[in-house]
């Protein structure tokens, strides 16, 4: 057991020390769109409207930060990795090194984890000042520790089937874009039809902003959607040790 | 000291790998003793990576089998990436970290404690003369100061093994020479080194014994001595539009030979043969031209 979070740890510290060298162009690059998001859907319209007894304001800001959470996470373990194998060629020396295809994708994940935390908590405590009424629980923090664990591995596993930059970003365009926007993190999917609904719940998104925004306007936790989420994450974790074993030895 | 007697590090059977219908190793046998500098020698796309990148575990093998230091590279890939170390022809650095970063990494990467790790990149780093550079990033060090940082990272570990994949390519001929003398030292120091080469003089200069592969197949094996002394020591070249060849054991051979050559014979050089002889002789082409 100690060996293998060791093991995790030395994954992790190579990417750790990285971003300690880049640490500005990565907050910046972390927390400039999601104060976008903030500033347009959550300041510019969140005044005027209400959605289901909440202002807008409220209602959005758990959205942006679950939405911050993937995005960060997904970003920072997706394009590191895809850095490692593509560019620096380096991720050959994980393979070669006695590490467990367990440890090394977990280890990889938790930098996209770092990453997440450090934005969503970013956009938290600006979300916090503009809306006092949102509720900070342990539980809000165990669903954002989950979704940037979730999310990280997803990024992980995006970085292993897309066999190329180009793949990366059709894989951005035709997945991580959609799931920006339909995922319920700008708007309620209760208004939807009952199948749309349901096929939204597919894409990870959909569980953590709905866990999220639950947990944070004290509303009723939606346990099997956080199941799910954790479900999500022992797929994405399971099936990027798969593709390593297919691939290597 | 007879091929009998020396310890096998390296035993390959019956591989080989095939992408589609691309074969890259055909039916490959070879052993690699304890002790030795192995070259494989042999044009680009011969398979001399392929078998690397399937000897380090890397890369399935389609059929047969290859262990190291007794442990197949298939069933028991934890031990023989314990037992290697590897530098492949693209350096696999990071160019985020320092120097010294990149062996830290490396050295955790191979479970080393703290204390071991400080002391393996001390030592490693007076080994080739890098301290002053230690915390600098890669990226501004020269092609051959960062060969030499792969090198080391390799060695953190203490490997039996060392994996060099074509490991001066890139490198004047200054850099080309000090990368030979670490590589002998190296193995004076006790390392087996595995190489790969697409370049004759340093096959010659270093390999106690080479491998020639052409197209997946291993076409010949020996020391660089027999395997001139099988086609013939010394070589009477005939330039021209096609160029010919001939073969001698010895140059009063050659001289007398070349006595019989009508008076407007094309320019004649007779010469000492060598490894690129033994693989035109082979394959009927350069082993740049391949």
């Keep these: 057991m100690s060996t293998t979070l060791n093991d995790i740890y030395s994954v992790l510290w190579v990417d750790l020390r990285s971003l300690r060298h880049q640490w500005r162009s990565v907050i910046i690059t972390s927390i400039v769109t999601p104060f976008l998001y903030l500033l347009v859907f959550g300041y510019g319209l969140g005044q005027s409207i209400n959605v289901g007894g909440v202002s807008y304001l409220t209602f959005v800001i758990p959205g942006i930060i679950a939405l911050t959470a993937f995005s960060t996470s997904f970003g920072g373990a997706a394009f590191k990795l895809q850095v490692d194998r593509f560019f620096f060629k380096s991720f050959d020396e994980f393979l070669m090194s006695p590490v467990s295809f367990f440890s090394i994708v977990v280890g990889k994940s938790l930098i996209g984890v770092v990453r997440g935390l450090i934005s969503s908590v970013a956009i938290l405590l600006v979300g916090i000042v503009l809306s006092p009424t949102l509720i900070v629980s342990p539980l809000f923090v165990l669903v954002l520790l989950v979704s940037c664990a979730v999310f990280a591995m997803f990024g992980v596993l995006a970085a292993f089937i897309t066999p190329t930059h180009q793949g990366m970003f059709v894989f951005n365009s035709v997945v991580v874009v959609p799931m920006t926007f339909l995922c319920g993190t700008f708007l309620s999917l209760s208004g939807l039809p009952q199948a749309v609904n349901l096929a939204l719940y597919v894409l990870p998104l959909t569980p953590s902003a709905q866990c999220l925004r639950a947990a944070a306007l004290g509303q009723p936790f939606p346990w099997l959607s956080f199941a799910l989420l954790l479900g999500y994450g022992v797929a994405f974790l399971f099936g990027s040790i798969f593709i390593l074993q297919k691939t290597s030895v | ?290």
């Design chain 2, 1 to 290: 000291m007879g091929d009998a007697l020396k310890k096998d590090l390296i035993v390959i059977e019956k591989l080989a790998k095939s992408y589609g219908d691309v074969r890259a190793i055909q039916e490959l046998d070879l052993r690699v003793y304890a002790g030795e500098i192995f070259g494989f020698l042999g044009p680009n796309g011969a398979g001399k990576t392929t078998t690397i990148r399937v000897l380090t575990t890397l890369t399935k093998p389609t059929s047969g089998s290859a262990s190291i230091n007794g442990f197949d590279v298939v069933k028991d890939a934890i031990h023989v990436k314990k037992a290697i170390g590897v530098v492949q022809q693209h350096l696999s650095l990071d160019r985020d970290l320092t120097l010294r970063e990149n062996m830290e990494f490396h050295a955790r990467l191979h479970q080393l404690g703290s204390a071991d790790r400080r002391q393996r990149i001390d030592e490693l780093l007076d080994y080739v003369e890098l301290e002053e550079y230690a915390d600098r990033m890669i990226e501004p060090l020269s092609g051959g100061m960062k060969r030499r940082v792969a090198i080391v990272c390799a060695l953190l570990h203490n490997p039996k093994l060392l994996f060099l994949d074509e490991p001066t390519v890139g490198l004047d001929a200054q850099g080309r020479r000090r990368m030979w003398d670490l590589v002998r030292q190296l193995n004076l120091d006790g390392t087996t080194i595995f190489l790969t080469t697409h370049y004759i003089e340093e096959a010659e200069a270093l390999c106690n014994r080479v491998g020639i592969m052409h197209h997946g197949r291993l076409i010949a094996l020996g020391s660089p001595l027999s395997l001139r002394e099988k086609l013939g020591e010394v070589v009477v070249e005939s330039l021209g539009k096609e160029s010919s060849y001939r073969f001698f054991d010895d140059r009063a051979s050659a001289n007398s030979y070349v006595q019989t050559l009508p008076p407007d014979a094309r320019t004649v050089t007779i010469r000492d043969s060598n490894l690129e002889d033994v693989f035109l002789k082979l394959t009927g082409q350069k082993v740049d031209d391949a």
